[in-house]
């Protein structure tokens, strides 16, 4: 009796190995998609590209609007100096700086005119600037954005150059204070 306890101990402890083999095994199958399967695609995450669109729209406006003040500042600029030039006072400096930047507005003006034929087509985007084909709005973004560094390599820092000049003439000839 005690030789049959033993093997049926022996044999349930193989049934219970088997048992436990089995069931750490799956019963379904499944598949995963193969590299040609179109069924599904995953979708790109258009919100950087989005970002940018705007990010350029923004810079494009501004744009715009600086070189639609600039005649008028021009015009400031050149009284400054006429002024000064009527009271014998050297606006060289000044009249130098505004020269350059003159010349570098008539040369950024025709970039940013052609920008405005890509914002107003915004090709691969819809007016809220959503992405609506991926491809042709990432060569938009492109396009603006090699639109936008040609407009600023052409104004060169001239701006900033002037307005430091008319700073340093301002500096230069100021009225002495009366202290009371």
């Given at each position: 009796m005690f030789k049959n306890n033993v093997i049926s101990k022996k044999v349930l402890l193989a049934v219970l190995i088997f048992a436990v083999g089995l069931a750490?095994?799956?019963?379904t199958s499944s598949h995963a998609a193969g590299l040609g399967d179109e069924s599904n695609?995953?979708?790109?995450d258009n919100t950087r590209l989005e970002t940018i669109w705007a990010r350029?729209?923004?810079?494009?406006?501004?744009?715009?609007?600086?070189?639609?003040?600039?005649?008028?500042?021009?015009?400031r600029v050149r009284d400054l100096i006429n002024r000064a030039d009527g009271k014998g006072w050297d606006a060289?400096?000044?009249?130098?700086?505004?020269?350059?930047f003159r010349n570098a507005v008539q040369d950024a003006r025709p970039i940013i005119n052609s920008a405005n034929g890509i914002v107003t087509s915004h090709q691969g985007f819809d007016a809220d600037g959503k992405v609506t084909d991926r491809t042709q709005a990432i060569g938009t973004v492109k396009e603006l954005g090699q639109h936008l560094k040609d407009a600023r390599a052409?104004?060169?820092?001239?701006?900033?150059?002037?307005?430091?000049?008319?700073?340093?003439?301002?500096?230069?000839?100021?009225p002495a204070s009366t202290a009371p």
């Open positions: 750490a095994f799956p019963m695609p995953p979708q790109p350029e729209l923004t810079a494009y406006e501004r744009a715009v609007t600086l070189l639609d003040k600039a005649d008028g500042m021009i015009s060289s400096a000044v009249q130098t700086a505004l020269d350059a052409a104004m060169g820092g001239t701006g900033q150059a002037l307005r430091e000049a008319i700073q340093t003439f301002r500096a230069a000839h100021r």
